[in-house]
């Protein structure tokens, strides 16, 4: 890969293809070493910012017998000249090609990413269908958030590892020392069903069969061979004080999106809201102990060099003892200049003090999500916010110095009225008072709000899985009626892009047909969707004609709470009976409350959870 050094200085960050950072794992591969290629499907200052990669990077390194290595999306220009000169993607550890090793790992983080997944096995010489790799090809294997309805993507896949992977993918390099070394007719189909029956939430998208309708839509989805599970249970850890954290994390050697420690407290979520999908899908909560916490971050402090440690979870003002976790680590740093951040705070928990402690000197800015704007919409996505909420917190913000705060909303939630836009202008306005009301009727000096709106995506495995998008018609409207109700120079809005938002809707809830339609998108040119300058709305529309999908009935349709889904063989360990509690509930404007206080009867604590809430 020498070649590869003679116009690194033509590119834009040519640091993004080097490696050599501080902390770099490298070992010296023999016959019996199995490689293996974590890939981000994005660049890589996305992707060394995500915590997934440095975690299981870090796991499968623990592995004697593994030397895991990073891969990412390279960029336009970086690509032109691979391809001008024939260079396939690398690792950046030992610059080793994707196709020369065993497995090549994508971490699925968001639908908008799939054809970079394409693009990145396309430029490696890579076969993209299952059905076309031989068995000297790299197994390829999908895991993450996404994964939960991989069948979009299932044709391209070796084999999907749902859940969470600190256990699982150990389990499955197991299997695969046996078959390392060997080759001969078949070896691989042989291993991918030995994973399929043996490997808990291992899915092996060959070894399943989809049925259709006369009409064109999905029925039905089972397995094609005998032992092979009809659902796969997805795997969580269960202790999390002792499965692997790493204790000494890679510092890039460029600017990326977070440079900083991310400490994870606990995983899961007990809030309930219905339009996540993360809330679901990562039951039941489970929490490391502050004692580990202060280890951890003792050893990264000293590992890394960083000055910023990240307390990170889906609602991480919810840690039991958030409260103490934060004194120590700010009687313990205090004099190391370290500064602490809370990513995601919540108005019925907030405090100034606790504001404080995360942005000491610093009165940046508070961002909340409110995500509706009335009182009635808030009930029906089960949020448990109030407007008083807001304006009693913004209230005592703007009494401690701070002068900037983001909100957060969703629009086209389901059941969504112009009374509801009404009420996020309203919110806005209401902050403004707020501040007027502390600061004597005038506002503070470079005051500002910013309303922030996205587009309502039905998820997989929610409660408003079943729901419709807005269409485009209808959601550009509501952008422009909210654009004109929020105009003041002390408020700033920003939306989503409806066209973005719609193809992510199709992808989420798509079936195994999309596979021919994303492909046919990708040779288009489709790559980078969710960057804007790349996005191609009209290249995406072509392909869906081309293979015969309709993605308006996939997004905008109305879906019936007993027709099958293409996930439904995917065991997420919350019921289908809860999901459609929580769908009437909805409709009814009703809310249900914190599982951690009273059990909701989600069914996660019947098997996978059993011991744990």
Request: net charge negative; with cysteine; hydrophobic share 35%.
């Amino acid at each position: 890969m020498k070649e590869i050094y003679s116009f690194l200085g033509e590119v834009e960050k040519p640091g993004r293809y080097i490696g050599n950072e501080l902390n770099i794992i490298r070992k010296q591969p023999d016959e019996n070493m199995i490689r293996y290629g974590f890939v981000f499907p994005d660049v890589y200052e996305i992707g060394m910012s995500h915590l997934g990669l440095h975690i299981l990077h870090g796991a499968l390194n623990e592995l004697e017998n593994v030397w895991c290595e990073r891969a990412f999306a390279v960029g336009a220009d970086m690509e032109e000249k691979m391809r001008e000169k024939s260079i396939p993607v690398f690792t950046l550890e030992s610059k080793t090609p994707l196709k020369d090793l065993d497995f090549v790992g994508f971490t699925l983080q968001y639908e908008m990413s799939y054809t970079n997944i394409l693009n990145i096995m396309d430029l490696s010489g890579i076969p993209l269908f299952f059905k076309e790799r031989g068995e000297e090809d790299p197994i390829i294997m999908f895991g993450g958030p996404c994964a939960y309805n991989v069948e979009p993507i299932a044709d391209f896949a070796d084999i999907v590892m749902i859940g969470e992977g600190e256990e699982s993918l150990p389990e499955v390099m197991n299997i695969y020392s046996k078959y390392k070394g060997k080759s001969y007719p078949g070896m691989k189909n042989e291993f991918l069903l030995e994973v399929a029956i043996n490997v808990k939430g291992a899915y092996v998208p060959s070894l399943y069969r989809a049925e259709y309708d006369k009409a064109g839509k999905f029925s039905s989805i089972a397995p094609t061979h005998e032992g092979v599970p009809e659902k796969i249970q997805k795997r969580i850890i269960r202790k999390m004080d002792e499965v692997y954290f790493p204790e000494k994390i890679l510092v890039p050697n460029i600017d990326v999106v977070h440079s900083r420690i991310m400490l994870e407290l606990f995983r899961g979520c007990t809030r309930g809201c219905r339009f996540c999908q993360a809330g679901i899908v990562y039951r039941p909560i489970r929490e490391r102990s502050k004692e580990k916490l202060l280890e951890i971050a003792e050893k990264l402090i000293r590992a890394t060099g960083y000055e910023e440690v990240s307390l990170t979870s889906l609602s991480s003002s919810d840690y039991s003892k958030i409260e103490e976790l934060l004194d120590e680590l700010d009687e313990k740093y205090t004099c190391e200049n370290l500064s602490l951040s809370l990513p995601s705070l919540r108005l019925d928990n907030f405090s100034i003090e606790m504001a404080e402690k995360v942005q000491k000197g610093r009165r940046s800015g508070l961002t909340f999500a409110p995500e509706a704007g009335t009182q009635r919409l808030r009930d029906v996505i089960n949020k448990g916010v109030t407007k008083e909420d807001l304006i009693r917190t913004s209230k005592k913000a703007f009494e401690s110095g701070w002068s900037n705060l983001k909100l957060y909303f969703m629009t086209g939630l389901p059941t969504e009225t112009y009374e509801d836009l009404d009420g996020i202008v309203d919110l806005a306005y209401s902050v403004l008072n707020a501040n007027r009301e502390v600061n004597d009727g005038k506002l503070s000096p470079r005051f500002n709000v910013t309303v922030s709106t996205s587009v309502f995506v039905p998820k997989p495995n929610t409660p408003f899985q079943w729901f419709s998008q807005d269409s485009q018609e209808t959601m550009k409207e509501k952008q422009q009626y909210l654009k004109a109700k929020l105009r003041h120079k002390n408020i700033s809005y920003d939306y989503h892009d409806y066209d973005l938002s719609f193809l992510e809707a199709v992808i989420a809830r798509g079936d195994r047909r999309l596979s021919a339609a994303i492909h046919s998108a990708f040779r288009k040119g489709c790559k980078f969707d969710s960057w804007g300058e790349h996005f191609r709305y009209d290249l995406w529309m072509e392909a869906f004609e081309e293979n015969g999908i309709d993605p308006f009935e996939i997004a905008n349709g109305e879906w019936k709470i007993d027709q099958p889904l293409p996930w439904d063989h995917i065991d997420t360990g919350v019921s289908k009976a809860f999901l459609v509690r929580e769908w009437n509930e909805a409709l009814e404007e009703n809310t249900t409350g914190d599982c951690r206080e009273n059990c909701l009867g989600c069914s996660i604590n019947t098997d996978i959870g059993k011991g744990l809430c």
